[in-house]
C-alpha cells in the first residue's frame, strides 16, 4: 500500500455568526514544507496546527488554509465617529459637496475605523481543530486513491522489466556461444600457431568477464523486494527509490557486459521502464 504525496482536503464548519472552510492542498517534496495562512485571530494557534499537519502528513509541500465567511451581524470594526466627523468640517473647509460625499472621503482616512482586536473562543477553536482533522484525513483518503492509481502502474512496469529479463536468461546462453565463435574465429585467422591450453583459458577469463549470472539474479532479487515493497503496511518513497536505484545498477551492468546487440536492445527497454517508475517516484510519500 502507498500513499502519493498529491492530494487536495477540504472541510467545512457552520458556525452561527460564520462560516469556516478549512483546505488542504499537497504537492510532492523530499521533506516536510508547510504553508499556512490564516486569519491573525487564529495565528496564535499556528504551532498547533504545524504539529498535527506535520505528525498526520510526514511528508510533501502542504498549503493550508483557513477561510472565514461572516453570515450575520458580528463586527469588530466600529465608526470612529469624533474623527470623522473631525475629518469632515476639515474637508468643508477645502472642497464643497454634500455630506454624503464628504463621509465617503472622510472614511478613507486613517482612525476613521476602530477595530477591536477578537479573543479566540476556546470553544470555537476546538470545533475548528476538529475540523482541521476532517480535512487532514479528507487529503489522505485522497493521497490513497492516487497511491493506488501508482502502485498499479508500478506493478505493471515490473511484470514488463521481469519479462525482459527473462527474455535476457533465455538470450545468454546464445550470446556466449557467439562470444565463444568470435574468439575462436579470431584466433583462427592468426597465421602462427597457438597454445591451445593458454587459448581455453584465456577463453575462460573472457566468458567470466561478460558473465551476467549474478547481475540476473541480483535484479530478480529488486524486483520482487520492490514489490514486496509496495504491498507492505507502511507507504516509504524513499526506500523504493533505494531500491530502484539498485535495479538500475543491474541493468546497466547487465548493459555493459552484453556485448550482444539483441540483448543490449531488451536493456534499453528495461532502462526505459525503470525511468518511468523512477519518475513517479517522486511523488510517493
Request: a negative charge; zero cysteines; proline letters at 2%.
Amino acid at each position: 500500500m502507498i500513499f502519493s504525496m498529491t492530494g487536495y482536503g477540504k472541510s467545512v464548519l457552520q458556525l452561527p455568526t460564520k462560516k469556516i472552510t478549512i483546505e488542504l492542498k499537497s504537492l510532492n517534496s523530499k521533506n516536510l514544507d508547510l504553508n499556512t495562512r490564516m486569519p491573525s485571530i487564529y495565528r496564535e494557534k499556528e504551532l498547533a496546527i504545524r504539529k498535527i499537519l506535520a505528525d498526520k502528513l510526514e511528508r510533501g509541500k502542504i498549503d493550508f488554509s483557513i477561510y472565514v465567511e461572516a453570515t450575520a451581524e458580528d463586527t469588530s470594526t466600529q465608526i470612529n465617529t469624533p474623527v470623522v466627523k473631525q475629518y469632515m468640517e476639515q474637508l468643508k473647509t477645502i472642497v464643497e459637496g454634500s455630506d454624503l460625499e464628504l463621509l465617503k472621503m472622510a472614511v478613507r482616512f486613517p482612525d476613521a475605523l476602530n477595530t477591536v482586536r477578537e479573543e479566540i473562543d476556546e470553544n470555537e477553536w476546538q470545533a475548528i481543530e476538529t475540523e482541521i482533522y476532517a480535512a487532514v484525513n479528507d487529503l489522505i483518503n485522497h493521497r490513497l486513491d492516487e497511491g493506488k492509481v501508482l502502485e498499479k502502474d508500478f506493478n505493471s512496469r515490473v511484470v514488463t522489466i521481469e519479462k525482459l529479463l527473462e527474455e535476457v536468461v533465455a538470450m545468454d546462453p546464445e550470446r556466449i556461444e557467439g562470444v565463444r565463435e568470435r574468439l575462436l574465429k579470431g584466433v583462427e585467422e592468426l597465421k602462427d600457431k597457438y597454445d591451445e591450453n593458454r587459448f581455453e583459458q584465456e577463453l575462460v577469463y573472457y566468458i567470466e568477464k561478460f558473465d551476467i549470472t549474478e547481475e540476473k539474479v541480483r535484479l530478480k532479487n529488486h524486483l520482487n523486494y520492490f514489490t514486496e515493497s509496495i504491498n507492505s503496511e507502511d507507504s516509504n518513497g524513499k526506500k523504493l527509490g533505494f531500491i530502484s536505484q539498485e535495479m538500475g545498477r543491474e541493468i546497466n551492468t547487465i548493459g555493459s557486459k552484453s556485448n550482444y546487440a539483441p540483448m543490449q536492445q531488451l536493456v534499453v527497454q528495461m532502462k526505459d521502464e525503470l525511468e518511468k517508475i523512477k519518475e513517479q517516484l517522486l511523488n510517493v510519500l
